[in-house]
């Protein structure tokens, strides 16, 4: 089916391809959510031969021109007509209340329009808003007749209209929810500006909020990553691993390769040391994988890797582990799962570190994480990507919980890392809880961070409760 | 007909808008209308030749000067001038008063396109 571009790539990628054409369709919002930069992108988007026409009823040309340029949108190519009063309205008195607003306005205002329409034949018409034409209305029922009847004249002519509404709770806009072919909601919740389509006639769409700004350049549309509905199947599952014997005989060889692993324990363990390791790893075999700090600094981050002697640094410099600082109060979340993706698809990425969850969790601004996280590392997973989540615990030492988000369940494996009091000494365990596609090694083993890396010492013997933080000698217990 | 094309219509109002529409309305049917804000301007008007062959009052624009109001309205019919008044919904009482000093009408606003232009072609023909 022929689709047509709304000139914002990301709102196409929602709509699977773009609009259908010579179908009209309704953009709703509030005031500034965006409803007349969506439309200048929309009429901006024409092809060769295509022709653009904005009927505005609210802002002057002059003052869209000067709106758009500072969105840096060229709108030399659209043709405005303007049905917003001037200044002169205003200062020579010309409100009238002698007639009601219809007997006096339509008649010209639909023969303006119909020479407009007559004399550019556009092919893209976008109407800002269609809400000003309730007012000309002398009921609901001529305002829903006239509506349909000039979405059907603006069709008929072979144009494809976008309009807007202003909808508030005295003046509803369901009709023309009812009317248009498709309706798209600009919307806001506590993670920031959002994108919903609620209907497209004869396709399908993605559903639900996709985060979106309106800045430098126009808008910007991030579509909500959807986990595949199948895995990539991988016949020869590959193993990563740390280059560390004893982690990766931990492991049975190490991770498999598009599973999804939790790193788990609390500050200051070794996570991030131990995800790097996975990363140096994969790049030594020629993969390449990308590090996302929500928390960390990337100067401390390399500094800390040299101090272990970790080889982390050329392969960052010749750009197979890319490492880049997210600041979550920067980005929104389907930005940031944007941005992964893009890493995937043009940089061949093939594991992803998300550290951390919690930074994850400031980026969604209040949304469930555990959803969102959800479709993040499901949809990296599908795309045949191998993920690794690291995850703070706050509770140092007593009831072992893998995670405080509830997140255990999407993890195929789990490796978790635990402090220990023995005499007096704070002493470092790791295990691995669960691991989905092999066997593991279920003894704790005590470790320590240093030079090299992480050093594996014996599996822990004769103690009981270790997992609580206050093991005691197996015959105490 | 053609002397119902050239008759002139006194639009005695003094909102600018009202006036406009008005105006517009009226030349639709080829009767030109012209604004008159006061008595003194009535005056005029009623002097020169040739003589309207209507009168729309919006005693609105008056307020509650009824002294005003009964002075347009004696001009009027000293000259034989039919009337129609115009009346916001708050002061239709005061209209209605209107009907004793002369008015052919009395018409709440906003009116209805149509029934005005009836009227019109009823009085000014």
């Given amino acids: 089916m022929e689709r047509l571009s709304t000139g914002v790539e990301g709102l196409d990628e929602i709509l699977n391809g773009g609009l259908i054409p010579q179908r009209s369709y309704l953009i709703r919002g509030g005031p500034g959510r965006g409803k007349t930069t969506l439309g200048l992108h929309f009429l901006t988007a024409i092809n060769e031969g295509e022709s653009a026409l904005f009927i505005?009823?609210?802002?002057?040309?002059?003052?869209?021109?000067?709106?758009?340029?500072?969105?840096?949108?060229?709108?030399s190519a659209i043709t405005f007509l303007s049905l917003a009063p001037d200044a002169q309205f205003f200062t020579e008195q010309q409100s009238y209340d002698v007639f009601a607003a219809a007997d006096v306005e339509q008649q010209p205002l639909v023969e303006t329009i119909i020479q407009a329409v007559e004399c550019h034949n556009p092919t893209r018409v976008f109407v800002d808003s269609l809400?000003?034409?309730?007012?000309?209305?002398?009921?609901?029922?001529?305002?829903?007749?006239?509506?349909?009847?000039?979405l059907r004249y603006l069709t008929q002519q072979g144009t494809t209209v976008l309009?807007?509404?202003?909808?508030?709770?005295?003046?509803?806009?369901?009709?023309l929810q009812f009317i248009a072919d498709g309706v798209i909601n600009l919307?806001?919740?506590?993670?920031g500006a959002t994108i919903r389509v609620s209907k497209m006639r004869g396709s399908s769409f993605r559903f639900g909020m996709h985060h979106m700004r309106v800045a430098d350049g126009g808008m910007e549309v991030f579509p909500r990553m959807i986990p595949a509905s199948n895995r990539r199947i991988e016949f020869e599952l590959q193993r990563w691993g740390t280059g560390i014997q004893k982690i990766d005989d931990i492991l049975h060889g190490g991770l498999a390769s598009t599973t999804i692993s939790l790193i788990t324990g609390p500050s200051g363990m070794g996570k991030s040391t131990l995800a790097s390791l996975f990363a140096i790893e994969a790049a030594r075999?020629?993969?390449?994988?990308?590090i996302f700090l929500f928390e960390e600094e990337m100067a401390f981050f390399l500094r800390r890797a040299k101090e272990l002697r970790l080889p982390l640094e050329e392969p960052f410099t010749n750009g197979e582990i890319l490492i880049e600082q997210v600041e979550p109060m920067r980005y929104l979340a389907d930005e940031f799962t944007m941005r992964v993706r893009q890493q995937i698809e043009e940089a061949g990425v093939k594991m992803v570190v998300l550290d951390s969850?919690?930074?994850?969790?400031?980026?969604?601004?209040?949304?469930?994480v555990r959803e969102r996280l959800h479709a993040f590392a499901k949809g990296l997973s599908r795309l045949g990507v191998t993920v690794l989540l690291i995850n703070e615990i706050e509770a140092m030492t007593g009831e072992f919980r893998i995670s405080e988000k509830n997140i255990s369940y999407l993890s195929d494996n789990v490796i978790f890392l635990r402090y220990m009091e023995i005499d007096g000494m704070l002493k470092k365990a790791i295990g691995v809880l669960k691991k989905r596609l092999s066997g593991f090694d279920n003894r704790l083993h005590t470790f320590e961070v240093g030079p090299g890396g992480f050093k594996i010492g014996q599996p822990i013997h004769g103690l009981h409760g270790v997992l609580g933080g206050a093991p005691v000698p197996q015959d105490e217990s | 007909m053609m002397a119902a094309a050239t008759a002139k219509i006194l639009l005695i109002m003094k909102q600018p808008g009202n006036i406009r529409v008005m105006q517009q309305v009226l030349s639709g049917l080829g009767y030109p209308g012209q604004g008159i804000p006061n008595v003194t301007e009535l005056q005029t008007a009623l002097a020169k030749a040739p003589h309207p062959r209507l009168g729309i009052v919006d005693i609105t624009d008056f307020g509650s000067n009824n002294r005003q109001i009964h002075a347009i309205y004696t001009c009027l019919q000293e000259h034989s001038i039919p009337f129609i008044v115009l009346s916001a919904p708050q002061v239709f009482n005061l209209g209605n008063r209107s009907l004793t000093y002369g008015a052919t009408?009395?018409?709440?606003k906003p009116i209805a396109k149509s029934a005005l232009l009836q009227l019109i072609h009823g009085l000014a023909a």
Avoid: C, M, W
Wanted: hydrophobic fraction near 40%; avoid cysteine; proline fraction near 2%.
């Fill in chain 1, 163 to 175: 309009f807007s509404s202003e909808s508030s709770q005295e003046l509803p806009d369901d009709d």
């Fill in chain 1, 56 to 75: 505005g009823f609210q802002e002057p040309e002059a003052q869209l021109h000067s709106n758009a340029a500072a969105l840096g949108i060229d709108v």
């Fill in chain 1, 187 to 191: 919307e806001t919740d506590v993670s």
């Fill in chain 1, 357 to 368: 969850v919690t930074g994850f969790e400031v980026a969604l601004g209040g949304e469930a």
């Fill in chain 2, 105 to 108: 009408n009395i018409l709440q």
């Fill in chain 1, 285 to 290: 075999q020629g993969k390449r994988s990308a």
């Fill in chain 1, 131 to 150: 809400s000003q034409l309730r007012f000309l209305a002398t009921d609901i029922f001529q305002y829903r007749k006239q509506v349909l009847s000039f």
